[in-house]
């Protein structure tokens, strides 16, 4: 397997119902993976800049999910109520 010459990690806080950029890092990448808080209490929908908290990729608490982007600044998150969901990820 070949060594990755660096990645991506971070938290995307306070997520509501505001569509919110993963980040805001431009970072070549063959994917990103994001994983739901196992704390929170809604689901977080995941996708473009578009995702509303009703549609997306839904993530309960725990769940995530891969995602095959070159650039993970491209990925949103949402959530349908409140403002205290939390995300992780990393890009490879």
């Keep these: 397997m070949a060594a990755v010459p660096n990645f991506l990690t971070g938290r995307k806080s306070s997520i ?3 569509a919110l ?7 070549v990448s063959r994917g ?4 739901a808080d196992s704390t929170n209490s809604v ?18 608490a725990g769940e995530s999910i891969v995602i095959p982007v070159s650039d993970p600044s491209t990925v949103y998150v949402r959530a349908p109520s409140g403002t ?6 990393i890009a490879v």
């Design 84 to 89: 205290s969901s939390k995300v992780f990820f």
């Design 32 to 35: 990103v993976q994001v994983i």
């Design 16 to 18: 509501g119902t505001t």
């Design 21 to 27: 950029q993963l980040t805001t890092t431009s970072h």
């Design 43 to 60: 689901k977080v929908y995941v996708g473009l800049s578009t995702v509303t908290g009703t549609d997306g990729f839904p993530l309960a």
